[in-house]
């Protein structure tokens, strides 16, 4: 399911341009916008519960924050359950951690050991509101698969198409971007 043409102009006109940040030269995409627009954010989940309606998932699992939105909102519309991957020492519970690379270090991410027990193959769909570089998202997939689950799919609401997150990603999942961004 692709998002139609005027659909897709509601969503980018409810998106902010913030020119020099966090940094001059670089024009951050504020969602908050996005989120506050009732017929925006209306539009979107119903993109996404459309397509994802037929997937057979069993749970949409959000990367820590902004994906705990999206995800938890569009699991709730499947009937499915939700599950956060979060950064280290976010989760009360024993946990598995993936660690990936940053411009400058390292961090890391983690999700409970039993986020899928009680269900005979997990389907899970990864979600997040941007992918950029792909680190995070590449390290959330390999999580939800360590923990015995299947990563469908990652989605996500902006792709930045010039960055090379997107083909990394896809070395190890199916990648749909509603917005990319040049």
Do not use: W
Request: proline residues 3%.
């Amino acid at each position: 399911m692709i998002l139609s043409i005027s659909d897709k102009a509601i969503l980018i006109n409810a998106i902010r341009d913030i020119p020099d940040f966090p940094k001059p030269g670089i024009i951050f995409k504020d969602i908050t916008t996005l989120l506050s627009d009732g017929k925006a954010f209306g539009v979107l989940m119903q993109h996404l519960h459309d397509r994802y309606a037929s997937y057979d998932l069993t749970h949409v699992a959000g990367i820590d924050a902004r994906g705990f939105i999206f995800g938890a909102a569009l699991a709730q519309m499947l009937g499915v359950g939700f599950v956060p991957i979060r950064k280290k020492g976010k989760l009360p519970y024993t946990t598995v951690s993936e660690k990936y690379a940053l411009e400058y270090g390292v961090d890391e991410v983690e999700i409970h050991i039993d986020a899928f027990s009680g269900v005979e193959k997990p389907r899970v769909l990864l979600i997040d509101d941007l992918i950029a570089t792909g680190g995070t998202a590449y390290a959330a997939a390999n999580l939800i698969n360590k923990v015995g689950a299947e990563c469908i799919e990652a989605c996500f609401v902006m792709g930045l198409d010039f960055l090379s997150g997107q083909s990394k990603l896809r070395d190890l999942v199916e990648v749909y971007t509603v917005i990319g961004v040049d």
